[in-house]
């Protein structure tokens, strides 16, 4: 999905914009450390940058006059306000965007005094000139400002990307972390950089893609600038979350852990400034775009999907053969005619549905057991060496990171069970007969036929594991008609925030307690890619006195927004924004089966998964084609268009600002 620029929003109404005051040479040296301009300084920076992997950058330690620097960080944290904000790929807290300083009226400007010389010193021409010489990118612009303050509190993080948009040329960070107590680089917040893959193809043309793990890990300091020319297709990076610590008293003694650092983009000259070329930036655009199709890199995605066909309109009853086969992996009140009924009632109602302990207690026990021993085995990190066995893990980075198992290829999905092929499911593990023994059989298939009405074409399921502090997928559409998604979650540990909290081993009794919708609202039609209208209550909050983590690894189904042209389509929480975006979610669980009929203009992610999250995620995915409705659009609009839509949990933490100077051991 192409990322948008995300539109800051500053706490003044806008003044009639101020001319940038221009600066000596002298006044502007004065700003930074000493010496910074020196020629063997700059020989020194720009030799680093042409030898600096995975792709050229470079680092400068005590880059402003660090008695500047300090009044700007005291005047951020006295005057300027933060909006907590969360998309599919970063979660953080961030301000305005620091060019509106011009319009500031005078009383507004009157408190960011060093701020404002710290922009106009950054995007002076001297300081301009000396990035440019050190990357070798040309021109820079004076006149497009760009910079934001982000803070990283604990669990805060930026997922893998290229910061290729618009008219952008290098990016920079520069770090304003507590400059009295040294950020220590086990707290998380490294700038990442990811290295790239070459591929040849069998024509010859070469495609670039990002590798799942990074190369090069640049923790943050008080003062460091970070920065590197934007380069589509190669210029991948993150930024590692900021790790919780294991106590409160820890982590006031660390300060909060606060990363909280000015952010932005030198971009090509502008109309009336040296340097601009017209049409550039349409031209920029342009050869972004080819870059990163050359050669086709989605080609070498991974997974790749494989479909398998599948006997279409079976006959809506089990025969004996069914049930015992089925009873082998499902709870039986899932097979009882009424409780069938009752279930496609409710999916028909909302096309969304999340079932309970749909495995039986024997089996689920077994395949508890086995997961749990795999999730208690530190989880490998590096690529390729998980790659050595049956696993893999889901690249580019830039669009999703998991490991996950696929099936062996099996045509096998007769009504009967013969003797010889219960023997191999007995030497089998309880994940791989999951995966190629009980969901691809006919007996399922005709079992979701009759819960879902949906008939079924073909099938695809693999095994997902989401590793603490690692994995997430991207939100993305999909194209083509509505299907049908299956996700079965596995996941064995305790603890994780919407958990259901009854007995692991009471067995369901009743469809009312079986079934839900996990939705505010519901109506006839399909998870679709229009937002719900009408407002809806949010669910009570807990009253307990512990305020529950958010640990990520919810699995989210959105809506797009067409027509929000300057934002990003992932935005799920947004300050004080209500979440009706969000069609359908279901958080890391345990024994649950979650069923969405999706259309192509809904969009599907799964958040990261926090380092401090109880365990690593895990679940069975499964896309399954099916025959299209010609009545569902009629259907929907005869209910007013309601959507089985959900909310995510609104108990997460968030982040109350800097403590008071007076509580502050920094200040």
Known sequence: MKRKAQPQATGHKPAKKKSKTSLSDDEVKKRFRKGLFDKDELNKYTEGYASSTPYKHSVIHHLIDDKLLRDVRDEIKDNVSFTPKETDIYKIHQSGDLANLDGLDDAALAKLPSLLALRDAMYSQSFRDYVAHITG???????????????????????????????????????????????????????????VREIKGANGQVAKTPAPDVSKVIPPAWNQLSFF????????????????AETKEQLEKEGGRVRMAISGWFHIPQIGEDGYVEGAEEKLAKNSG??????NPE?????????????????????????????????????????????????????SMTLPS??????????????TTLDRTPAVIDSAEIEKGPWRVAKPPHKHRYMYLQPERTESTSDEVAAAKKQKQKQKSPLKELLEEFLPSKPFHRWLQMAT?????????????????RDYTLATGHEGKPRLELTLGITPTRGWPDEDEKDEED?????????????????????????????????????????????????????????AADEDAAIYKAGGDDDDNILFFQAAAWNTLSLVLRDSGALKFVKYVSQSAPGDRWDISGTLEVEEDSDDEEDGEENGGQQATGVLDDTEEEWNGFPSSSDSDSD
């Not at 020319?229 to 919780?244: L, N, W």
């Not at 015992?324 to 409710?346: G, I």
């Not at 749909?358 to 997961?371: E, G, H, P, T």
Request: with cysteine.
């Open 137 to 195: 990118c040309g021109p820079l612009s004076g006149r497009k400002t760009d910079m934001a303050i982000n803070v990283y509190t604990p669990g805060c993080y930026l997922l893998c990307h290229d910061d290729v948009i618009g008219s952008r040329k290098v990016s920079y960070i520069l770090y304003l972390t507590d400059p009295d107590l040294p950020w220590k680089p086990e707290w998380g917040g490294a700038l990442r950089l990811f290295p």
């Open 229 to 244: 020319a934007v380069q589509p297709g190669e210029s991948f990076h993150d930024v590692e979350e900021v790790y919780r």
């Open 290 to 295: 080819l870059m990163q199709l050359q050669g």
């Open 299 to 351: 080609q070498y995605d991974m997974p790749q999907p494989q479909p398998i066909e599948v006997e279409p309109r079976l006959k809506p009853e089990f025969d004996q053969a069914d049930l015992e086969f089925l009873l082998e992996y499902m709870a039986p009140a899932y097979l009882t005619p009424n409780t069938l009924e009752e279930v496609r009632e409710h999916f028909e109602a909302g096309s």
């Open 358 to 371: 749909l495995l039986n207690n024997s089996f689920a026990q077994k395949l508890r057991d086995y997961v």
């Open 453 to 469: 009405g949906c008939v079924i074409e073909s099938h695809d399921f693999m095994a997902r594991r989401f590793r603490r502090g």
């Open 507 to 563: 067995e369901v009794d009743e469809v009312d307690s079986a079934t839900e919708t996990n939705g505010k609202g519901k109506g006839k039609g399909k998870a679709k890619a229009d937002s719900p209208k009408k407002k809806n209550e949010k669910p009570q909050e807990d009253d307990g006195d512990k305020e529950a983590e958010d640990f990520g690894g919810q699995e989210v189904y959105m809506a797009g927004d067409d027509d």
